[in-house]
T-cell receptor, first 111, second 111 residues
Framework: QKEVEQDPGPLSVPEGAIVSLNCTYSNSAFQYFMWYRQYSRKGPELLMYTYSSGNKEDGRFTAQVDKSSKYISLFIRDSQPSDSATYLCAPRSGNTGKLIFGQGTTLQVKP | DTGVSQDPRHKITKRGQNVTFRCDPISEHNRLYWYRQTLGQGPEFLTYFQNEAQLEKSRLLSDRFSAERPKGSFSTLEIQRTEQGDSAMYLC?????????FGPGTRLTVL
């Protein structure tokens, strides 16, 4: 079993929809939870991160962590065609050291 | 441009040849990471530097791979005796506090 599981999709939604992207993980030592966005043939771009359980909001993006169920979510409100990309969750146990990436979920937002 | 830069962006080589990639992190970032990403997968951790010290290496980093970060500035990743299985995107990231910023990657093709 992989340490971080993420549904690869693809996920296709109409413009303006609310998108929910999810990951599960197995290592209870994870404390920092990152979300990256990656466009085709580009490097990952840091969207946001949370520490421990709880929610964090940044514009149209909300990250949510439930450590009791080892479940990570990213919500995108009012999705735009420019949000079409692969979204990667990446937790880790400390504030430094390696990130453990999920496989990534490919999102397509149709105009 | 003040982001992470990588050189070259693309490298095509024949099996058995040696290749070297360079990463220039964001200035003042003391942490530098190397990851490898294959098509349809999330990045996999290879190694991590804090300043010039290499603090962690993945088991993926066989003895054909070596990384350096002299003087805690730029870093190089060398692959000796390349194999077709080394074909991937090699990503560099840097950070000062939590939240790694990735470069555009070097795409390696081994023929």
């Amino acid at each position: 079993q992989k340490e971080v599981e993420q549904d690869p999709g693809p996920l296709s939604v109409p413009e303006g929809a609310i998108v929910s992207l999810n990951c599960t993980y197995s290592n209870s030592a994870f404390q920092y939870f990152m979300w990256y966005r990656q466009y085709s043939r580009k490097g990952p771009e840091l969207l946001m991160y949370t520490y421990s359980s709880g929610n964090k909001e940044d514009g149209r993006f909300t990250a949510q962590v439930d450590k009791s169920s080892k479940y990570i979510s990213l919500f995108i409100r009012d999705s735009q065609p420019s949000d079409s990309a692969t979204y990667l969750c990446a937790p880790r146990s400390g504030n430094t050291g390696k990130l453990i990436f999920g496989q990534g979920t490919t999102l397509q937002v149709k105009p | 441009d003040t982001g992470v830069s990588q050189d070259p962006r693309h490298k095509i080589t024949k099996r058995g040849q040696n290749v070297t990639f360079r990463c220039d992190p964001i200035s003042e970032h003391n942490r530098l990471y190397w990851y490898r990403q294959t098509l349809g997968q999330g990045p996999e951790f290879l190694t991590y530097f804090q300043n010039e010290a290499q603090l962690e290496k993945s088991r993926l980093l066989s003895d054909r791979f070596s990384a350096e970060r002299p003087k805690g500035s730029f870093s190089t990743l060398e692959i000796q005796r390349t194999e077709q299985g080394d074909s991937a995107m090699y990503l560099c990231a840097s950070s000062l506090v939590t939240g790694e910023f990735f470069g555009p990657g070097t795409r390696l093709t081994v023929l």
